[in-house]
């Protein structure tokens, strides 16, 4: 299993770092790829070096890509024609797409989001796309899986590992790490 982390300028670090350490953790080749380029600031003054550049990798080399949220970091996600293009490629292949936080603004702007989806409470407005819900704190429909924010990236993950790698996999890893 391979899975894009892709981070763009004003990422929010907990989630970028949370997704990529537990699905690390649970044996997924999970590679960062910054939107731009290989120094990628997050919302927070925290820098990563990214392990790719979107322009670089190769769509079927990938299962899944995910979008870590944050502030400009989203905005900077939902600009982009190369990401969108990319997150259609990915749509059309029936291929899974994950986003957290204000991430799921780049989904409805590529025009992949479904039915039902959630993102940071009070951000769905400007996502502008029916079918937002507060009520789970990730929601699957159909290959796109969403989240709400920082505080629940390692549930996130989590299911994340549970969708790609099985039921004993997300067990095992779940306790290991003390989640609850």
């Not at 925290?46 to 502030?71: C, H, N, Q, R, T």
């Not at 899974?96 to 039915?115: R, Y």
């Not at 039902?116 to 009520?135: L, V």
Request: aromatic share 6%; net charge negative; charged share 25%.
């Amino acid at each position: 299993m391979k899975v894009a982390i892709v981070l763009a300028n004003g990422f929010e670090e907990i989630e970028a770092v949370s997704l990529i350490d537990i699905l690390r953790r649970a044996e997924i080749d999970a590679v960062s790829v910054g939107l731009d380029k290989k120094c990628v600031c997050g919302a927070h003054g925290v820098e990563m070096i990214a392990d790719e550049i979107l322009d670089d990798i190769k769509v079927s080399e990938f299962d899944m890509i995910v979008l870590p949220g944050g502030l400009p970091g989203a905005e900077n996600l939902a600009k982009s024609e190369r990401l969108g293009q990319v997150l259609r490629d990915f749509d059309a292949n029936n291929a899974k797409i994950g986003a957290i936080c204000a991430a799921p603004w780049a989904l409805a702007t590529a025009g992949v989001l479904k039915s039902s989806y959630t993102c940071y409470p009070g951000f769905e407005n400007q996502i502008a796309h029916p079918g937002y819900t507060n009520s789970a704190n990730v929601v699957k429909d159909q290959n796109i899986m969403t989240s709400k924010g920082p505080a629940t990236a390692m549930e996130f993950a989590l299911q994340i590992v549970r969708e790609l790698k099985g039921e004993q996999v997300y067990s095992k890893l779940k306790s290991d790490l003390l989640f609850k």
